[in-house]
């Protein structure tokens, strides 16, 4: 089996690895892109003396033909890619493209799916490998791996998570192709949703409408992803890493009941309240004693963000 491999996330580096140490992996590629990933990747690929193929956005459709005519790959996996890949690209490796998505299809469609999963307070989470055709995220499903999503998990915990789950459901896809047992399944049409990256307004805690669990889930699925979820106190923009929630009286949504050297702890609506940690500003990572830096005080309100 000649498999050939195109990640642009960190949770690739499992599967990286797995395949390079099975003999499988025949080449491996990436987008162009100026951030901690891709400098990640030239380094594992330099470690490991794996020729790194970078695609850029220009003429890219030629650019992956020209790199697959070259490695006579039998097979592609696909682990974040931002682009449609057109029908005769998808037919020139013999086995076709496999796409592995970080959630369940085709509930949770789109490029962000870790973050909409635990925002919309998930219990169970699936990764999902499927053959790729021409639209994002629609081709039939190979194989489903469901686990329990941790309620303790943030964005890169969970991420992480499906990174080395991708080791049993691709072990799994090119066991079944050997034996010539694959089956594939069309996606139903019904509960079909495609998320869209998360816009401002997603990323914003609404003190008026969101609950202590609701607030919670929005902070876990921005840690580290966007470095925590916007808040406004006294003109301050802040986002919010760390907090939990508190069983105490509770007074106006988004006042601060309490402040100390350890916490801050926020009134929400529901008679429920949450205690945060840690905060990331324009002053830089805030916690402990340094929340206290803020100058912010009992009785302050956090600001309605306006959309």
């Known amino acids: ?28 590629a990436a987008t162009e892109q100026d951030n901690e990933f891709f400098k990640n990747f030239e380094a594992v690929c330099q470690q ?6 970078i695609f850029k956005k220009k003429s890219i459709t030629k650019q992956i033909k020209d790199w697959l005519e070259n490695l006579n790959a039998n097979i592609v996996l696909v682990l974040g890619f931002s682009y449609k890949i057109r029908k005769e690209i998808l037919v020139l490796p013999k086995l ?4 592995i998505h970080f959630g ?17 307070q998930e219990t169970q989470a699936t990764l999902t490998i499927h053959q790729m055709d021409e639209e994002y995220d629609t081709g039939p499903i190979a194989f489903e791996i469901n686990f329990d999503l941790n309620p303790q998990a943030n964005h890169a915990m969970l991420d992480l998570n499906y990174g080395y789950l991708t080791i049993n459901g691709v072990y799994f896809l090119l066991d079944a192709i ?4 694959l089956t594939l399944t069309p996606q139903s049409n019904q509960n079909s949703v495609f998320y869209s990256k998360p816009s ?7 003190w008026q409408t969101m609950s202590a669990p609701e607030i919670m889930a929005l902070i876990k699925a921005c840690n580290p992803w966007n470095n925590g979820a916007i808040a406004r106190i006294n003109g301050m923009d802040l986002k919010i890493l ?6 105490m009286p509770t007074t106006k949504a988004g006042e601060i009941i309490n402040i100390d050297e350890n916490q801050i ?7 429920t309240a949450i205690s945060i940690k840690a905060i990331y500003s324009t002053i830089g990572f805030l916690v402990g004693e340094s929340l206290m830096s803020l100058g912010i005080n009992k009785g302050d309100v956090f600001e309605t963000i306006p959309i």
């Open 242 to 247: 760390e907090a939990s929630i508190k069983n």
């Open 178 to 181: 050997l034996k010539n047992a």
């Open 1 to 28: 089996m000649r498999v050939a491999l195109i990640g642009n996330s960190n949770a690739v580096f499992p599967l990286l690895d797995w395949l390079h140490a099975q003999g499988l992996l025949v080449g491996v």
């Open 200 to 206: 401002l307004k997603d990323i914003i805690i609404h």
């Open 265 to 271: 702890e926020v009134s929400c609506i529901n008679d």
């Open 96 to 99: 076709g493209f496999f796409n």
């Open 48 to 53: 490991k003396q794996i020729t790194a193929n």
């Open 104 to 120: 369940k299809l085709p509930k949770y469609g789109g490029g962000h799916p870790v973050f909409w999963q635990i925002k919309n």
